[in-house]
């Protein structure tokens, strides 16, 4: 193990922050209600230990939305048993469920090949009317209209039945959109470890306070350094990936149901409809 990791993995086996017990307490609860396994309970007792942690995420998307969300949850199982074994330390998966994002286009839809190599298109109706809100907060509704659309274009297998079990199965334990996410990934990967956790809970948002406390203060270095790594990349020859405003800002504000975006400039903190002093939002 190279000496720097092997110092850090020391320092938070003698010293865990508290933070991390607390955090520990509360990935224990969210993940046991939904669902979750013996090895993704033994990680969570890793991780309150002083674990290292390999995360990828993903916004929680119909059926869990595009085929790479799986892909990146396995390689990031994958990551974490290497890193354990070659390095001889403990490491968990972690997958972030980006519960709190609003795009809601970006998570209501799907595409499914039939048995003759056919496209077929469906857009969840029920859930337009929650357009603009995090999309986890999004109360599950609608199950005839899903399993209608998937009883005609899943093929009549062997499989069928079990597939519409996992799904519903899942879908009557779960009161949001973002819990019934986290309950399909754990039922397809819990048994390698994988850890789900929810930024839309309350613990979660509690113990980001001080990074939110830094944004505040700073809220525009995000940006900056954002746009400053993509110009290093764009010297490098690849071409940038995300590409921030000036003025905007790395969070967003909810103005009632709505997640906004923020921008600031003049020492005031703006949204569409509203503006605030430093001191409003603190």
């Known amino acids: 193990m190279p000496r720097q990791l092997e110092d850090r993995v ?3 086996k003698s010293q865990p922050p508290p933070e991390r017990e607390k955090l520990a307490a509360h990935l224990m609860n969210y993940n046991t209600q939904m669902g979750a396994s013996q090895s993704t ?3 969570i007792n890793k991780l309150a230990d002083g674990a290292l942690v390999v995360m990828t995420g993903q916004q929680p998307g119909l059926l869990t939305g595009p085929l790479y969300t799986i892909y990146k949850a396995i390689s990031c199982i994958r990551l ?3 890193i354990a074994k070659t390095y001889n330390c403990p490491c968990v998966p972690v997958f972030w469920n980006a519960a709190e994002d609003h795009d809601l286009p970006e998570v209501n839809q799907l595409y499914m090949l039939n048995r003759e190599d056919v496209w077929h298109y469906f857009e969840f109706k029920a859930a337009q009317e929650y357009q603009g809100q995090a999309v986890g907060h999004i109360p ?6 899903l399993w209608g659309w998937l009883d005609n274009v899943l093929p009549d297998t062997d499989f069928k039945s079990d597939c519409k079990r996992l799904i519903q199965n899942s879908w009557e334990a779960s009161n949001t959109w973002g819990e019934w996410f986290s309950r399909l990934m754990l039922t397809l990967l819990g048994k ?4 789900m956790i929810d930024p839309n809970q309350p613990p ?3 113990l980001m306070a001080p990074v939110l ?3 505040l203060k700073n809220p525009l270095i995000p940006s900056q350094l954002v746009n400053s790594a993509g110009d290093e ?3 490098r020859g690849y071409k940038p990936q995300l590409k921030r405003a000036p003025q905007s800002c790395s969070f967003f504000l909810f103005e009632g149901q709505k997640r906004q975006p923020v921008s600031f400039s003049d020492g005031r903190f703006y949204t569409t409809n509203a503006h605030y002093l430093p001191d409003e939002l603190g």
Do not use: S, T
């Open 10 to 12: 020391n320092q938070l």
């Open 41 to 43: 309970l033994d990680n």
């Open 80 to 82: 974490a048993q290497r």
């Open 140 to 145: 599950l509704g609608g199950w005839d209209e």
């Open 192 to 195: 390698y470890g994988l850890l």
């Open 204 to 206: 979660i948002r509690q």
């Open 213 to 215: 406390e830094q944004a």
């Open 233 to 235: 990349l764009q010297q």
